[in-house]
């Protein structure tokens, strides 16, 4: 999490890099700050808050230089307020610091440098970085070998860039497992945590690898490894979109954009990888493993939050049409289970759009060391799963801005349904059902527009069921994972109590909470477990709850059970997730809006979750 951007020009700093915190805010927002270096001074100014408290503060106090270091905060050592925001410094003012990442032993260090004398001001483990490059930076010790010297004594997890007073011209950027990107303009370099940050000045972008350290100054770049002195040539890629997708355009939230694109966004997953007259996935991105995948046994689908409940669909289309056994498990317990592994049958597939997310990223090492094939479905390209992984398939929907994810959800149910049929057809998938699959992924954009062009209805049930406290979301078999989502999607931006729940689970317990002030959401599609979910939705029903519905179009025999209906098109049982997460991401949308929440950013939450 955290959000860091640098500047090195000729312009002024202080404006490109308030407009790197503004696009990066996604990434975390409880404080921000920043610092410029101004002559043979560095100034600094910090807020705990959003960026837009930061842009009011530099108002009062502008702050003039061409280079500098920004920060957007989500608080993990000492608690959001302007002493344990970034920039850090040390106590003699001479170095500046911003860090994404946690510094894990920082207890020891932080204690043998107060017993050397120095004194700390905030409660972060970023500040003894600070402390620790001003102690070894001297006249023969440029600033990159001081930092190196502490990248060497810190165990954890960083980008970082740091600036002194001794070197004005000069920034110093490092990274281990959290992502920083290097903006090559004409006569000047933007670095940040994501390209959103860099994309406004220029195109030209290099990936810092983990172990990697960078200096800039207005002439130039090295990069070099921590442990090495030889400098890289590193390639210099192309950002292939274009700012106004990372934009809210006429929409009022990120999160809306989002919702509504997913018909253009599920095109772009699809696109050039259907062979709907063959039945037929081409996926160029598993090609160089492709006889590796015949032989494979089973799969483990490891993920994260929402690209979890992407995995346990995911579980239920490879089980049933490609006859792949399969198994999901969170990405934070996948590391310290002892799962019994072959790497000889067995493959690991990771699911994560920011392809940054720690525990996933740990995953991925996990399996390598236990010798196994390891893919990824990633959404931002060249992110650092993208890269640890073997093989893969980007999900190529553009930036994801809005901390709840939506358009990156449906993609990832997308892509799953191309590897069924990828897979599928590599054993016994028939013509027929190939065929059928991906006829229907094909009609998939047309029935979402659908969808959404009823969003009106949504948003007056949304009015309707506002003072309402608690939420069940019910589904059965492929809508299973689906209440799971539809339930994070509300807790997550609206803060209404929901949860998720196999339809046939709620006699087992969460039957006891249910009562008139307790309403019952159920997805229940016509597919193959229709009728045992109607039962289960008369059970609830007697027992006085109100009845939410997401049901296929036409059928009426719903509109006499439950008290709202929301309808989605018909499609293929294995596809309908990718329909009936469409109207629960607008219902939590409007009742967060209703209740006046910042759905973009909401409390306590972060789009890219760097720590374990
Ligand atoms: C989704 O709405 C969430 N905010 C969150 O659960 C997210 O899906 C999770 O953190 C995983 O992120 P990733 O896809 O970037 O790995």
Redesign the pocket.
């Known amino acids: 999490m955290c959000g860091i951007v640098g500047y090195i020009g000729n312009r002024e700093a202080s404006g490109i890099l308030l407009d790197g915190l503004h696009r990066l805010e996604y990434r975390g927002y409880d404080s921000a700050g920043l610092a410029v270096v101004d002559g043979k001074q560095i100034k600094r100014v910090r807020v705990q808050g959003k960026v837009a408290a930061l842009a009011s503060k530099l108002k009062q106090e502008p702050l003039s230089g061409s280079s500098g270091i920004a920060h957007t905060r989500w608080a993990t050592h000492g608690a959001p307020s302007e002493a344990n925001a970034h920039p850090h410094c040390d106590d003699k003012g001479r170095v500046y610091v911003v860090h994404n990442g946690i510094v894990e032993n920082y207890a020891p260090l932080k204690q043998e440098l107060q017993q050397e004398g120095h004194v700390f001001s905030s409660e972060t483990d970023t500040e003894v970085i600070a402390h620790l490059i001003s102690k070894f930076l001297d006249e023969n010790t440029p600033l990159e070998l001081a930092v190196k010297k502490v990248l060497k004594l810190i165990k954890g997890t960083y980008a970082l860039l740091v600036i002194a007073v001794a070197e004005p011209g000069k920034i110093v950027a490092a990274r281990q497992s959290s992502p920083l990107r290097l903006g090559v303009g004409q006569d000047e370099f933007i670095i940040a945590s994501d390209a959103s940050a860099i994309a406004n000045y220029t195109k030209q972008l290099i990936t810092l690898g983990d172990g990697e350290v960078a200096v800039i100054t207005r002439a130039g770049y090295t990069i070099s490894e921590l442990h090495g002195e030889v400098d890289l040539d590193k390639d210099i890629e192309e950002i292939d979109w274009n700012l106004d997708e990372a934009g809210k355009g006429d929409f009022p939230h990120y999160m809306l954009k989002e919702i509504f694109e997913q018909p253009e966004a599920i095109k772009n997953s699809l696109r050039g990888r259907l062979l709907v007259e063959d039945g037929q996935a081409v996926l160029g991105g598993l090609r160089q493993v492709e006889d590796r995948l015949r032989k494979i046994k089973r799969l483990h689908l490891i ?6 409940h992407a995995a346990l669909v995911g579980e239920y289309m490879l089980e049933e049409y490609a006859n792949v056994p399969t198994e999901v498990c969170v990405a934070s317990e996948f590391r310290y289970r002892k799962a019994i592994l072959d790497p000889e049958t067995e493959a690991v597939l990771v ?7 720690a525990d ?1 990223l740990a995953a991925v090492k996990e399996a390598k060391e236990k010798g196994l094939l390891t893919l990824g479905i990633v ?1 931002v390209v060249g992110s650092s ?1 993208a890269q640890a992984t073997e093989a893969g398939i980007y999900n190529h929907v553009g930036p994801e801005i809005g ?4 358009k ?2 449906t993609s990832q149910l997308t892509v799953l349904a191309l590897l069924t049929l990828f897979l599928g057809r590599q054993r016994n998938m028939s013509l027929v059902i190939g065929k059928r699959i991906a006829e229907e992924l094909k009609a998939l954009p047309l029935k979402i527009e659908k969808i959404l062009a009823g969003s009106q209805l949504i948003s007056q049930l949304a009015k309707k069921y506002v003072r309402v406290n608690n939420f069940y979301y019910v589904g059965r078999k492929y809508n299973y994972p689906i209440a799971l989502e539809g339930a ?2 509300l807790k ?1 931006i609206s803060y209404i109590h929901a949860e998720g729940a196999p339809a046939g689970e709620l006699k087992h317990g969460p039957l006891a909470m249910i009562d008139s002030n307790f309403p019952a959401l159920f997805i229940i599609p016509q597919d193959s477990v229709y009728e045992k979910n109607v039962s289960n939705l008369e059970e609830v029903r007697t027992r006085g709850a109100k009845l939410l519905a997401i049901a296929t179009a036409g059928d009426n025999r719903l509109a006499g059970l439950a008290d709202e209906v929301l309808y989605i098109p018909k499609t293929l049982e294995m596809l309908t997730p990718i329909l009936s997460v469409v109207p629960l991401q607008l219902l939590a949308y409007q009742l967060a809006i209703s209740l006046d929440r910042d759905v973009d950013k909401p409390r306590n ?1 972060a ?3 760097t720590v374990e």
Do not use: H, P, R
Not at 303 to 308: I, L, Q
Not at 351 to 357: L, N, P, R
Not at 403 to 406: E, I, K, R
């Open positions: 993920a994260c939050g929402t690209a979890y699911i994560s759009q920011s392809g940054e997310t996933t959404n799963i901390v709840a994810s939506t990156a959800f994070l999607k997550e939450l789009k890219s979750v």
